[in-house]
T-cell receptor, first 116, second 112 residues
Framework: NAGVTQTPKFRVLKTGQSMTLLCAQD?????MYWYRQDPGMGLRLIHY???????AKGEVPDGYNVSRLKKQNFLLGLESAAPSQTSVYFC???????????????FGDGTRLSIL | GENVEQHPSTLSVQEGDSAVIKCTYS??????FPWYKQELGKRPQLIID?????GEKKDQRIAVTLNKTAKHFSLHITETQPEDSAVYFC???????????FGSGTKLNVKP
C-alpha cells in the first residue's frame, strides 16, 4: 500500500496563477486534512473533510478551496496564488472516530510550493 | 480553540543522554495527545500517543507522560542516538472530527 500520496512534490508559481494539489489515500480512511508548514510555526490546518462530499474550514482557510468528490481523494486549490502562500503543504488522513476515540493521522510526503 | 505550546524550540544533547520535550494545552476537553517525528525533508511520522485515561505510556526508549490537571504532557527519550535527531511535534485533540492542534516543534540534535 502506498498510504498517502501527494502530487506534485515541487512547484513554482507566479503571483496570481492558480493550481491544484492532489492528495490520494488507499487506506479507506474517512477523514482527510490539508496542512501548511512554515518555519517555526508547526503544522496549521487549512481545511479538512470528514467524508466524501463534505469539507470544513480549519485555522487558516483564506485563499484556499478544497473538494472531496471521491473518498480517496482530497484536492487543495489556490485560485490566485500569493507569495504568503509559499510553504510546504502536507495532506493527512485518518480513520473516522465512530468508536468515540481519536485516531492518529497519517501524512503524505508533502508538496513544496514557491510563489514568486 | 485549542492552543498548544511546546518547549524548548531547540535541544542539543550528547549521545546516550536523555531528552525531554514539554507541551502545554489550553482546552481541558482535549483527550488525545500524539507525538510526531519529522526528519529533514520527510513527512511527520507518529512515534507515540497517549489518551487521557492513562498517565504514562512507554515504547522502548520513548515514553510520554500526561498531567491532565496541569494540562501538560511530555516526551521522554532515553539513551539518545544520532538517528533520534529530528524535529518533534506534539499535538492535542478532542473528540470532534479528529482535529489536531500542533505545537511549534522542537529540533533535537544528538551529538555523537
Amino acid at each position: 500500500n502506498a498510504g498517502v500520496t501527494q502530487t506534485p512534490k515541487f512547484r513554482v508559481l507566479k503571483t496570481g496563477q492558480s493550481m491544484t494539489l492532489l492528495c490520494a489515500q488507499d487506506m479507506n480512511h474517512e477523514y482527510m486534512y490539508w496542512y501548511r508548514q512554515d518555519p517555526g510555526m508547526g503544522l496549521r490546518l487549512i481545511h479538512y473533510s470528514v467524508g466524501e462530499g463534505t469539507t470544513a474550514k480549519g485555522e487558516v482557510p483564506d485563499g484556499y478551496n478544497v473538494s472531496r468528490l471521491k473518498k480517496q481523494n482530497f484536492l487543495l486549490g489556490l485560485e490566485s496564488a500569493a507569495p504568503s502562500q509559499t510553504s510546504v503543504y502536507f495532506c493527512a488522513s485518518s480513520r473516522g472516530t465512530g468508536d468515540y476515540s481519536n485516531q492518529p493521522q497519517h501524512f503524505g510526503d508533502g508538496t513544496r510550493l514557491s510563489i514568486l | 480553540g485549542e492552543n498548544v505550546e511546546q518547549h524548548p524550540s531547540t535541544l542539543s544533547v550528547q549521545e546516550g543522554d536523555s531528552a525531554v520535550i514539554k507541551c502545554t494545552y489550553s482546552d481541558s476537553a482535549s483527550n488525545y495527545f500524539p507525538w510526531y517525528k519529522q526528519e529533514l525533508g520527510k513527512r511527520p511520522q507518529l512515534i507515540i500517543d497517549i489518551r487521557s485515561n492513562v498517565g504514562e505510556k512507554k515504547d522502548q526508549r520513548i515514553a510520554v507522560t500526561l498531567n491532565k490537571t496541569a494540562k501538560h504532557f511530555s516526551l521522554h527519550i532515553t539513551e539518545t542516538q544520532p538517528e533520534d535527531s529530528a524535529v518533534y511535534f506534539c499535538a492535542a485533540s478532542r473528540y470532534n472530527f479528529n482535529k489536531f492542534y500542533f505545537g511549534s516543534g522542537t529540533k533535537l540534535n544528538v551529538k555523537p
